[in-house]
């Protein structure tokens, strides 16, 4: 019976959420990604008004933005009782239209318990004009204000790499002026 009623609640939260959301009983260490285009990642920021949004753009092929993920995911902690949001918006290329195994399994090892998103949208083509990512580099950050408005941009080059010093600074004096 009650692996009836298990079965029950995972079709519905499929018909309700999607494939991509669903995270089966049993397993709590499972982080939910969502597939998303322009318009859903403009929802999910819609979402958190009234928050100081930081949404960080990365990919598993993204030396820099592995290496900074953990950053990111102590800051998602370190903030969050201050008003801070965190969500990750991943540019890995889609397994026939669904979450590849390895976002999954690196979000999963990062303890990443922040909204998850990946882009259906390839960043070479499309996604990286779609999402503002005009030059194609990774990492990326975006800030938004408590009204859901872009304020600030962060992204390193070649010559000065991406610091979360830096965004760290951003997000303080963002948490500080937009209340």
Do not use: Y
């Given at each position: 019976?009650?692996?009836?009623i298990?079965g029950?609640?995972?079709?519905?939260?499929?018909?309700?959420f999607?494939?991509e959301?669903?995270v089966?009983a049993?397993d709590s260490?499972?982080t939910?990604?969502?597939v998303?285009?322009?318009?859903?990642?403009?929802?999910e920021?819609?979402?958190?008004?009234?928050?100081?949004?930081?949404?960080?753009?990365?990919?598993?092929?993204?030396?820099?933005?592995?290496?900074e993920f953990p950053?990111?995911v102590?800051?998602?902690?370190?903030?969050?009782?201050?008003?801070l949001?965190?969500?990750?918006?991943?540019?890995?290329?889609?397994?026939?239209g669904?979450v590849p195994?390895?976002v999954?399994?690196?979000?999963?090892k990062?303890?990443?318990?922040f909204?998850?998103?990946?882009?259906?949208?390839?960043?070479a083509?499309?996604?990286?004009?779609?999402?503002g990512?005009?030059?194609?580099a990774?990492?990326h950050?975006m800030?938004?204000?408590?009204k859901g408005k872009?304020?600030?941009r962060?992204?390193?080059t070649?010559?000065k790499?991406?610091?979360?010093?830096d965004?760290?600074?951003?997000v303080?004096?963002a948490l500080?002026?937009s209340?």
């Amino acid at each position: 019976m009650l692996k009836h009623i298990v079965g029950l609640a995972v079709v519905a939260s499929v018909l309700l959420f999607g494939l991509e959301s669903v995270v089966l009983a049993g397993d709590s260490k499972a982080t939910t990604v969502r597939v998303v285009d322009k318009a859903g990642f403009d929802a999910e920021i819609a979402l958190h008004k009234g928050k100081i949004v930081l949404v960080d753009c990365w990919a598993t092929w993204c030396v820099p933005c592995v290496k900074e993920f953990p950053k990111t995911v102590a800051m998602s902690h370190d903030f969050a009782d201050k008003g801070l949001v965190v969500i990750s918006l991943s540019f890995d290329e889609l397994a026939d239209g669904k979450v590849p195994t390895k976002v999954q399994k690196f979000l999963d090892k990062q303890g990443a318990d922040f909204p998850n998103l990946i882009s259906e949208l390839p960043l070479a083509e499309e996604g990286g004009v779609a999402f503002g990512i005009n030059d194609g580099a990774l990492p990326h950050m975006m800030l938004f204000d408590r009204k859901g408005k872009l304020i600030r941009r962060l992204a390193g080059t070649e010559e000065k790499p991406l610091s979360h010093d830096d965004v760290a600074s951003a997000v303080e004096k963002a948490l500080k002026t937009s209340k």
